[in-house]
């Protein structure tokens, strides 16, 4: 006997979304972080206690996190990185390292300024800053002392 089960896309969504022992571990070694780290980053830091895990498997659930609004995926230059923080804020990328920082909002006035000029509906802004982070400064000051 053949069982065919049909299920619609919301049933399918529920399926997806029930519980995962890795995602949940994802999940936590996302949260709490400042470093933003990369999909690779908290791969090798969960192998160790899931040795069954995959690349793929991270990715996978962090785009899934990520479209259900628990963690922001940054296009960084280079690997996208994972945010926990969901509010709208600003980053600050170092081109000498790479890190990604997070920024002190800025007054509002900058967006609300351009939505007198623009005929559609802004609903989020955010800044992006470039440059040197601290310790690359300083370690470029130290470099050109010497």
């Given at each position: 006997m053949i069982m065919i089960i049909i299920i619609?896309?919301?049933?399918?969504?529920?399926?997806?979304?029930?519980?995962?022992?890795?995602?949940?571990?994802?999940?936590?070694?996302?949260?709490?972080?400042?470093?933003?780290?990369?999909?690779?980053?908290?791969?090798?830091?969960?192998?160790?206690?899931?040795?069954?895990?995959?690349?793929?498997?991270?990715?996978?659930?962090?785009?899934?996190?990520?479209?259900w609004g628990e963690v922001v995926k940054i296009d960084s230059y280079g690997a996208a990185r994972f945010d926990w923080v969901v509010e709208p804020h600003s980053h600050f990328f170092c081109r000498e390292c790479g890190c990604v920082v997070d920024m002190p909002e800025a007054d509002d006035r900058m967006p609300r300024d351009i939505a007198e000029h623009f005929d559609g509906v802004i609903e989020s802004s955010a800044s992006n800053f470039f440059g040197l982070c601290k310790e690359c400064k300083e370690k470029l000051d130290r470099e050109s002392r010497n």
């Open positions: 619609d896309k919301r049933e399918k969504e529920e399926i997806m979304a029930r519980y995962s022992r890795q995602r949940e571990a994802i999940r936590k070694q996302v949260s709490g972080r400042k470093d933003h780290p990369t999909a690779e980053t908290l791969y090798a830091e969960l192998k160790k206690d899931f040795p069954e895990l995959s690349l793929a498997t991270v990715y996978r659930n962090l785009g899934q996190l990520a479209e």
